[in-house]
Nanobody, 124 residues
Framework: VQLVESGGGLVQAGGSLRLSCALS????????MAWFRQAPGKERDFVAG????????YYADSVKGRFTISRDNAKDTVYLLLNSLTPADTAVYYC??????????????????WGQGTQVTVSS
């Protein structure tokens, strides 16, 4: 199993980024997918999730209306579009997959596999 995140970078406040996460070694469409983030010295927090077919999405209150999660099951890839970024969004962003359940699990401790993450830095 491999999760590979990409698309992070340095951006000014108000800017945008699009993150990607590719899953290999599993049947991508079988899994709910989620994005988490971790700032230095803080816990890994839920950001967004998406159902297996992509019809249902979930967001943390802090990013609702600014971030958009989507997926392409033909490409085994989940995306996170980050708009209206602020310095508070600075973190390493990780994706994860959830095999069971019908709604996304927002507790990072329930996930076993993580990629290397992609750094998002927002300057003021």
């Amino acid at each position: 199993v491999q999760l590979v995140e990409s698309g992070g970078g340095l951006v000014q406040a108000g800017g945008s980024l699009r993150l990607s996460c590719a899953l290999s070694g599993r049947t991508f469409s079988n899994y709910i997918m989620a994005w988490f983030r971790q700032a230095p010295g803080k816990e890994r927090d839920f950001v967004a999730g998406i159902s297996r077919g992509g019809s249902t999405t979930y967001y943390a209150d802090s990013v609702k209306g600014r971030f958009t999660i989507s997926r392409d099951n033909a490409k085994d890839t989940v995306y996170l579009l980050l708009n209206s970024l602020t310095p508070a969004d600075t973190a390493v962003y990780y994706c994860a997959y959830q095999s069971g359940g019908f709604t996304v699990n927002r507790d990072a401790r329930q996930y076993n596999y993580w990629g290397q993450g992609t750094q998002v830095t927002v300057s003021s």
